[in-house]
């Protein structure tokens, strides 16, 4: 039995895997976390842009977590990547796009 079949038994827990693993060792949410563009960010209002870019530069997982909340559901993949890019304590990846979007605004 492999840890994370323990973890499973143990916590209930389920572990989502990338189509085409074989060995089941890349999980889909890591997936997302090289698919954050600038222009996804567009839609957003330029306050919330900025309290994102601060939120990131501060490393405050909650405070990104509740901006992430006010998302529209049309743009449920924006929500997904920063999500798991807050998961996974990426930070200065969503600082540097919200950034390269300033650059390219001005």
Excluded: C
Aim: hydrophobic share 40%; no cysteine; glycine share 6%.
């Amino acid at each position: 039995m492999t840890v994370f079949e323990k973890l499973a038994q143990q916590l209930g827990v389920d572990y989502l895997y990338a189509e085409g693993s074989e060995t089941g060792d890349a999980f889909v949410s890591s997936s997302y976390s090289d698919q954050l563009e600038p222009t996804m960010l567009r839609f957003m209002p330029e306050p919330w842009i900025h309290q994102l870019h601060q939120a990131a530069l501060q490393g405050n997982d909650l405070w990104i977590t509740k901006l992430i909340q006010e998302i529209p559901k049309p743009q449920d993949t924006l929500a997904k990547i920063l999500k798991t890019l807050t998961d996974e304590f990426e930070f200065d990846k969503i600082a540097a796009v919200v950034a390269q979007l300033g650059q390219n605004h001005g």
